[in-house]
């Protein structure tokens, strides 16, 4: 069976983005890309790139993130509890994916320079047997990471503002050296959209 058949892509789209407005008024995942893509759009594509499955999570009240995505085939599931941080998201996710993922590729809406071949290096990792494996480029860890099966439980229990960080500082990471510099970069003031 193909390994890839088994994991899920998530896409973290539920962040309200208060460094790029302040005031709330323009959502940051709903602006144009160079190209004249959505940021949201740019970011689900590199996922469906390599997997056929993308959850995508969205807070209530997103202002059109779930339409623009559900559009794209994003099986896409609202927080209720997206403002408590992004554990709730990802926790929410996670329990959308069950039962049939076992393994899991956790991507940001606000990141939407990410590489095919990065996300391809992170499922290669999976495969090898990593338990977690994130992206390196110049020698500083990014985004987005993929986690096995036998953190299901660590990943059910997450709490707070900073998602898995807690999880990548206390288990092992395999680190997955990329040509990626789309792995640091996020979108979050107006001048990240040049």
């Known amino acids: 069976m193909n390994a890839v058949a088994n994991v899920a892509g998530i896409l973290l789209a539920a962040g309200r983005g208060r460094r790029f407005d302040p ?21 689900a594509r590199n996922l469906f790139a390599v997997l056929p499955r993308v959850i995508a999570v969205v807070p209530p009240e997103d202002g ?16 209720a509890d997206a403002d408590s941080g992004m554990a709730a998201s990802l926790v929410h996710a996670i329990g959308c994916s069950l039962p049939q993922a076992a393994a899991w590729l956790v991507a940001l809406g606000d990141m939407p320079y990410v590489a095919p071949s990065t996300l391809h290096a992170l499922l290669a990792a999976l495969e090898e047997g990593a338990d ?21 439980p ?31 970069r996020d979108i979050d003031t107006p001048a990240d959209l040049a």
């Not at 005031?23 to 970011?43: I, M, W």
């Not at 059109?64 to 927080?79: D, H, I, P, S």
């Not at 977690?132 to 299901?152: E, S, T, W």
């Open 64 to 79: 059109g993130v779930a339409a623009a995505l559900r559009a794209l085939g994003c099986e896409v599931t609202l927080c």
């Open 132 to 152: 977690i494996a994130a992206p390196v480029f110049d020698g500083r860890r990014g985004n987005p990471v993929a986690f096995g099966l036998r953190h299901l």
């Open 154 to 184: 660590a990943l059910l229990a997450l709490e707070g503002e900073y998602g898995a960080r807690a999880l990548l500082k206390s288990a092992p990471v395999t680190e997955v050296a990329v040509d990626d510099p789309g792995i640091l």
């Open 23 to 43: 005031r709330g008024t323009r959502n940051k995942l709903l602006q144009p890309l160079p190209s004249g893509e959505l940021v949201v759009a740019a970011s």
